[in-house]
């Protein structure tokens, strides 16, 4: 037994899993050219694990690059400066970049890391988000892919923490209150 918080389930394995070949699909339609993939650390990663091996799938031959963003929070909000802690190592310039994150919220990390590679003079930057938290942007930015709209509750799971912990699950879920019902729950 571990003392672990339940978690609700919001977007199971098999949806998560069924939507990023779909996304894999529409970006293999966009026609990049020498693709570059970067994925923001650390709530992407299990998204861009699934989602490249499925670019794969898909017919695409990316390369791999990491870029590491603090986007400073106070709690579970967000307070609007991005910082890098880690960044890319390849040359940008001239390339399609594919920029892929766990979610769209406020819309300053995507909006910060866009603009960032383009002032490095990459080609085109296309976004990909698991999800999407409608009504939330206070810069303005659209995703080119997005697997799922979120409910505007703070998620966790697939990559995503509260606090480091939760991101080893492999769904998307919200921390539950001990008066719900039991059958909501991921198994956990
Ligand atoms: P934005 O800069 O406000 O768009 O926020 C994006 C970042 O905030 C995401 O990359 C996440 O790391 C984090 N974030 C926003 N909402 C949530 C949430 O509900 N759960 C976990 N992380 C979140
Ligand atoms: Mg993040």
Do not use: N
Not at 147 to 175: E, K, N, W
Request: glycine content about 8%; proline content about 3%; aromatic content about 6%.
């Amino acid at each position: 037994m571990t003392d672990t918080p339940r978690v609700r389930v919001l977007f199971d394995e098999a949806t998560i899993a069924r939507r990023i070949e779909e996304l894999a699909r529409a970006v293999a339609a966009a026609e990049t050219k020498d693709l570059l993939v970067v994925a923001v650390l650390k709530g992407s990663f299990m998204f861009a694990a699934d989602l490249i091996r499925a670019l794969h799938r898909a017919g695409l031959s990316p390369q791999v690059e990491f870029i590491h963003l603090s986007s400073y929070r106070a709690g579970t909000r967000s307070t609007g400066k991005v910082e890098i802690l880690r960044d890319v190592e390849s040359e940008v310039r001239d390339r399609d970049v594919l920029l892929i994150d766990d979610i769209l919220e406020s819309g300053r990390t995507a909006v910060f890391a866009k603009d960032l590679l383009m002032a490095r003079g990459a080609r085109r930057v296309l976004t990909a988000v698991l999800l999407e938290k409608p009504g939330k942007r206070a810069v303005e930015i659209k995703a080119d892919f997005v697997g799922f709209t979120c409910p505007d509750v703070f998620v966790v799971g697939y990559g995503m923490d509260v606090a480091h912990s939760f991101r080893q699950l492999p769904f998307v879920g919200v921390v539950a209150h001990g008066d719900e019902e039991p059958d909501l729950f991921g198994g956990i």
